[in-house]
């Protein structure tokens, strides 16, 4: 069974694949982004758009999860995918929490 003991078994791979943390670190933009441009479409308060943004979220970033793979078993999949799909939740949620003095429906005072 591997388990995890440190910067030991990160620094490899940063070593490895030096591109990783840049390509993360710019998917990370992307997000927000999209974020982003979702709070400005919509109207509403805060919440409503994030609970659109959560939504969003967690169906695109682990849709994938529901088809059948060669390289995770049915049972860890299911599992993978609420543990996945609850925590882009929340990071939808908190984005946009976090980006709603940006909106134009409701400045915060």
Known sequence: M?????????????SAIPWLGPFQAFRG?????????????MRGRWWEKGLATGLLFAVLMNA???L???????SVRMVHLVETASSNFIL??????LFRALSRAEPVH
Do not use: C, D, E, K
């Open 64 to 66: 994938q999860l529901l």
């Open 2 to 14: 591997f388990r995890y003991t440190g910067p030991s078994v990160v620094a490899p791979t940063r």
């Open 29 to 41: 933009l992307l997000w927000a982004g999209l974020a982003l441009l979702v709070i400005h479409m």
């Open 92 to 97: 939808g949620w908190w984005l946009a929490w």
């Open 68 to 74: 059948p793979n060669l390289h995770m078993p049915a």
